[in-house]
């Protein structure tokens, strides 16, 4: 099976990758979980990135519309040269959003993604651009994202950019001609992520194994991750045609990865609403599936 998008029109009843305006998403966590329940979602794991903020009201309105919502988290970690963990994502599913050495953290890496965003919407005031560093904040309400950049440059300077992808190209992508790059002060090393996410009773997947291109060999990185606890694999996921979502790889391979390591499988849609292209329910879970993974999770 080759890594595509679903061109089916049914959804998958069970997806467990999406974000929410908590994050980098356009839609509310109860306007998600609306928009799941007219689709015929009835299982849906929020994701957002570096935060828990919208998990409570994504399960209140779960809970009146008949969608049962994972509560969980998608961990943006350090790169580690040295061991080949370059760019890698964690997925925390099962987790109490309300622990403590959780949250803590998330709020030192909160302050710090604040911070970032912040220089870098300066930075790129001083190419000349008019990016107004409070209505990116405002915009995005939560944890603030490039995304949130983009969509204030592109509406302040349309003589400038013809899209949102247009403004990555020149400015936000971290290989832009005009690179815009700060490092944050803080963030979380892949071995952190692993192990808040089971402190807080969850459980660590590592999400869309097929984007990290810079990675010398993803085999000897799976290798690794699981001595340091990795449980699953995102296997079911929406890779795009090209671009850095693309992969050569078939599905296949990651499902045979997750058995030479014994982790177990997720998919996800990775639905963001407007800014990106992904549909919600697109990639996922049949319920079978998801009765077998339920079981072993405890989720």
């Known amino acids: ?35 799941a329940a007219a689709l015929g979602i009835r299982v849906l794991a929020l994701t957002d990135h570096d935060s828990v903020l919208g998990v409570s009201e994504a399960r ?24 080949d963990f370059l760019d890698f994502d964690i997925l925390g599913y099962g987790i109490d959003p309300t622990d403590a050495v959780l949250l803590e953290t998330l709020d030192r890496v909160m302050e710090s993604r604040v911070e970032q965003k912040v220089r870098q919407s ?5 190419y000349g651009l008019h990016v107004p560093v409070e209505e990116v904040l405002a915009l995005a309400g939560g944890v603030p ?3 949130h950049i983009a969509q204030i440059a592109l509406k302040y300077n349309p003589q400038k950019f013809s899209s949102i992808s247009d403004v990555f190209e020149q400015y936000l992508a971290s290989d832009a001609e005009n690179s815009t790059h700060v490092r944050r002060s803080f963030i979380i090393q892949v071995e952190d992520a692993i192990e808040l996410t089971h402190a807080a009773g969850g459980k660590a997947v590592l999400a869309h194994p097929g984007i990290y291109r810079r990675i010398r060999s993803l085999e000897d990185s799976l290798s690794r991750l ?5 449980d699953g694999l995102e ?3 929406p890779y795009a045609a090209e671009g850095r979502y693309a992969t050569d790889m078939p599905l296949g391979h990651f499902g045979e990865l997750a058995d030479r ?3 177990f499988t997720t998919g996800g849609s990775d639905y963001h609403g407007e800014r990106k292209g992904n549909q919600l329910g697109e990639a996922g879970l049949d319920l079978p599936q998801w009765e077998r993974l339920q079981n072993e999770t405890g989720w």
């Open 261 to 263: 390591f014994g982790l």
């Open 235 to 237: 296997l079911n996921y």
């Open 226 to 230: 699981v001595d340091i606890g990795l």
């Open 122 to 126: 300066e930075r790129m005031q001083e």
């Open 1 to 35: 099976m080759n890594a595509h998008r679903n061109s089916s029109p049914q959804p998958y009843p069970v997806d467990l990758q999406v974000h929410s305006n908590c994050s980098d998403g356009t839609d509310t966590p109860s306007e998600l979980v609306a928009k």
């Open 60 to 83: 209140v309105h779960g809970a009146e519309a008949g969608v049962y919502v994972v509560p969980a988290i998608e961990f943006s970690t350090a790169s580690d040269r040295a061991r």
């Open 145 to 147: 994202g490039r995304p």
